[in-house]
């Protein structure tokens, strides 16, 4: 039960995702291709009315599990957060340990995640230092069964667009995974930016192969490239 509670099993998605695959494998049509986070400007999103950004972090911003930016990465975002019209949160389903290292990383970007307990969803944000559970409220709950709800999911954007204050017209998620940022997005009713992923030699081999898998999948069901591409 440990990678359910943590988030730490990218096994711990495939078992979520498989039976909804079929399905999911629809939603994977980004609305933007980019082949880099530069043709991400605020320009550009103030163009397409996005007042809110939902970030995935790993292989998007930085390589898996690492704490420091891949370079083509930084500044644009960096140029991003300083927009003041722009607002930014960070979706995690990854390990408490990185849970709490994406909150040094970003102090001023609320991280978020879920977690489902007996059928009730609980929602989690570390933001500016501060845990909104105790240490105690979170070993309670993990004790009794708790687990983090990963990407895909409807209920996480749903979460995501609260915290931005946003509605789903005005938001964009920006993700380097069709399945678990693009499908999630599209399940949220939001729009996706599709970037490549950033230093893929430092992934996980279970990793990387979900990643060959997906592209696979993406290939079969839409082709290559995508829509609106940057």
Same mark, same amino acid.
């Given at each position: 039960?440990?990678?359910?509670?943590?988030?730490?099993?990218?096994?711990?998605?495939?078992?979520?995702?498989?039976?909804?695959?079929?399905?999911?494998?629809?939603?994977?049509?980004?609305? !933007?291709?980019?082949?880099?986070?530069?043709?991400?400007?605020?320009?550009?999103?103030?163009?397409?009315?996005?007042?809110?950004?939902? !970030?995935?972090?790993?292989?998007?911003?930085?390589?898996?599990?690492?704490?420091?930016?891949?370079? @083509?990465?930084?500044?644009?975002?960096?140029?991003?957060?300083?927009?003041?019209?722009?607002?930014?949160?960070?979706?995690?389903?990854?390990?408490?340990?990185?849970?709490?290292?994406? $909150? @040094?990383?970003?102090?001023?970007?609320?991280?978020?995640?879920? +977690?489902?307990?007996? $059928?009730?969803? &609980?929602?989690?944000?570390?933001?500016?230092?501060?845990?909104? !559970?105790?240490?105690?409220?979170?070993?309670?709950?993990?004790?009794?069964?708790?687990?983090?709800?990963?990407?895909?999911?409807?209920?996480?954007?749903? +979460?995501?667009?609260?915290?931005?204050?946003?509605?789903?017209?005005?938001?964009?998620?920006? $993700?380097?995974? +069709?399945?678990?940022?693009?499908?999630?997005?599209?399940?949220?009713?939001?729009?996706?930016?599709?970037?490549?992923? &950033?230093?893929? @030699?430092?992934?996980?081999?279970?990793?990387?192969?979900?990643?060959?898998? @997906?592209?696979?999948? +993406?290939?079969?069901?839409?082709?290559?490239?995508?829509?609106?591409?940057?």
């Amino acid at each position: 039960m440990r990678s359910l509670a943590s988030g730490s099993s990218s096994l711990t998605t495939f078992v979520q995702v498989a039976p909804r695959l079929l399905s999911l494998v629809g939603r994977m049509r980004p609305t !933007w291709h980019v082949s880099s986070l530069a043709a991400v400007t605020p320009d550009f999103l103030r163009a397409n009315g996005v007042a809110g950004v939902i !970030w995935d972090v790993d292989g998007t911003l930085t390589g898996d599990r690492r704490t420091a930016f891949v370079p @083509e990465s930084e500044a644009p975002f960096r140029t991003l957060l300083a927009a003041g019209d722009l607002r930014h949160v960070v979706l995690s389903n990854a390990s408490e340990e990185r849970f709490r290292q994406l $909150g @040094e990383m970003l102090p001023t970007v609320p991280i978020l995640r879920g +977690y489902a307990l007996r $059928g009730s969803l &609980l929602f989690r944000k570390l933001y500016q230092g501060v845990d909104s !559970w105790s240490p105690e409220e979170l070993a309670g709950r993990l004790a009794e069964g708790a687990h983090v709800v990963r990407k895909p999911s409807a209920d996480l954007v749903g +979460y995501a667009l609260c915290e931005l204050g946003c509605n789903r017209s005005q938001a964009v998620m920006i $993700g380097d995974q +069709y399945l678990t940022d693009v499908a999630g997005a599209s399940l949220g009713g939001v729009r996706s930016i599709k970037l490549p992923t &950033l230093a893929p @030699e430092t992934f996980r081999r279970s990793v990387r192969l979900s990643q060959v898998l @997906e592209g696979l999948l +993406y290939s079969l069901a839409h082709g290559g490239g995508g829509s609106g591409s940057r």
